[in-house]
């Protein structure tokens, strides 16, 4: 059945009737003017949206809706994490063509909820209108406690930089999923891809370093580790050199980069999408953090002075500069 | 210039520098992962977002990019009027086309900052992407005191239904902007363009309609007299006739369908766009009312029982169906 079948309305309420879950301190949710939500006051309240392009942002070639869904509220819900705090509600406003099928909004939303349920959401609103092609936009509240809240401002020259989990392995992912014809071992080629689609953004991470006070900038890995550790960089208003040694990666990235002859350094650089956090720590908290954080973590390279710029260390001492290039959004796309 | 020129954080940036109005309680505002709000916890949080779509909601043919950041603003304060609200942060996520002029992109802007900068609203972030066509998205934000927000529901039979200023003129101004071919006097035309282009959200007025507490139901007219009556009864479990002697309209549009030998009820049933509000009222509120509100409001009807369902009684008692459509977004449009 096709939305222009069923209408706008249609549309809404058959989406609002199965989303009772996480309506807590909701006083007016989907189906008036504005959501009405009840704060308690002590706390911050964050407020954060991202949008989703079909053929920009993923393809439906290889992306299904339910992936969409999911997507679009996590990558939400990675820049709450990056801040250290919890996200509450979100709105979802949907662009879709008339002929869009009503299965595919179906398979969106249930993407959406299964994100929803897991990080406690609560969907409470938004609107559906017709465009020429597919745009999902999310938009996320969320709380953290004043004095825990971790900003992309607040790293210092001497600061260590640590990264959660390994880097590249979206990038990787995308890659095996635009070379279906690459003679890899299928296991490579599954774990790889399922941590492109399915992506897991570090919220409990990111609470836990913010909660700790350790730590004294942070960013989630969106647009990739070159092109976000510039604009955490620019905001601390400080330089940053990485260690090449050092990057974490997952084996299955490893023998892709092999097997095929590709660069992992491109992949961990400027591949995107690994929604790891990326955090600037005094060298003085070492051992605190050690003892504090219990989940994957590395240590990756160290704050500079603002004119030694970012650059790369290289095995052997050589520097090279890393550019401040990833998926920019009105260059000819790098990925 | 074009945006592919200038890349992203290019956009964001030239954004970025000039948006430093009404940022009150905002600890974290454009440039982090999230924005960051002081609340005060004694008011519920209102949060809301509408999209306008190049060729579905407007036409650059005849709005100038100025007038479309405005719109993609006030449709929104609106929506927190029709709760009674007060609209105090928002975001803006532009889908823009690569070739898109990067002074559109500030027109828009210029809209969109003019309109926060009248209704005290502060831009705190968002986000900018490639896509086939121009989407803006805007999210808001918003205030009220538990005890004077006005929902959709809540409408009782017997409740009088009352309008804000008047109806029709954004309908007629529209027609009037598709047929510019119309030998209509220069300043009718001009009136009903101004009054599509430039809408006013009724905020001051849905304010005092919710503090003077005499309002069982409320919403704003954005689809249109016929399709919004119908979300309110809904919402309410009610019916509702209107009287056809009572609608407010301007002279303007009255000489308008007269000249050109258009309906002026269908203009005022299903123009939409009017961004009046629409509130019931017990009838033993009535002279309160009389005494409470200072701007133009006018009686148009009744509530009735659901089973009576929504009718219009026509100058000499007759009655007619009112029917359930304006502009739906999945089907053939009616205006």
């Known amino acids: 059945m096709k939305l222009s079948d069923i209408g706008e309305f249609g549309v809404i309420s058959s989406i609002r009737s199965d989303l009772k879950d996480f309506q807590k301190e909701v006083i007016v949710g989907i189906g008036d003017d504005t959501a009405a939500i009840k704060v308690s006051g002590e706390k911050l309240l964050l407020f954060t949206s991202d949008s989703l392009v079909e053929d920009v942002h993923f393809k439906w070639d290889y992306t299904s809706p339910f992936q969409v869904g999911w997507k679009a509220l996590v990558v939400n819900i990675s820049d709450v994490a990056a801040v250290g705090g919890n996200p509450t509600h979100c709105l979802v406003s949907l662009a879709l063509p008339s002929d869009t099928e009503r299965n595919l909004v ?5 993407g959406l909820k299964k994100a929803a349920s897991k990080y406690r959401v609560g969907i409470v609103g938004g609107d559906t209108v017709r465009a020429p092609s597919f745009i999902i936009t999310v938009s996320v509240l969320g709380e953290v406690k004043r004095e825990n809240i971790v900003l992309r401002s607040g790293a210092k020259p001497g600061d260590l930089i640590y990264v959660t989990g390994q880097l590249g392995s979206s990038g990787a992912g995308l890659a095996c999923l635009k070379a279906p014809n690459w003679k890899v071992k ?22 836990k370093i913010a909660s700790s006070q350790i730590a004294t900038s942070m960013i989630d890995l969106s647009d990739g580790l070159a092109s976000d550790l510039h604009r955490l960089a620019e905001e601390s208003k400080v330089g940053a050199v990485l260690w090449e040694d050092e990057f974490p990666t997952a084996l299955a990235t ?3 980069a092999k097997v095929m002859g590709k660069s992992l350094l491109e992949w961990i650089l400027y591949g995107g999408e690994d929604y790891e956090l990326l955090f600037a720590v005094p060298p003085n908290k070492k051992e605190e953090l050690k003892q504090t954080l219990s989940f994957p973590h590395t240590l990756i390279g160290e704050i500079v002075d603002r004119d030694q710029g970012i650059y790369l260390k290289k095995r052997g001492g050589n520097r090279t ?12 796309s790098t990925k």
């Open 106 to 110: 179906r398979e969106v939303y249930r």
């Open 186 to 207: 299928p296991e490579i080629r599954q774990f790889l891809i399922k941590k492109h689609l399915t992506l897991s953004p570090r919220l409990v991470e990111g609470q």
């Open 321 to 332: 500069k890393i550019e401040d290039r990833g998926y920019n959004h009105f260059s000819a």
């Open 254 to 256: 490893e023998q892709l």
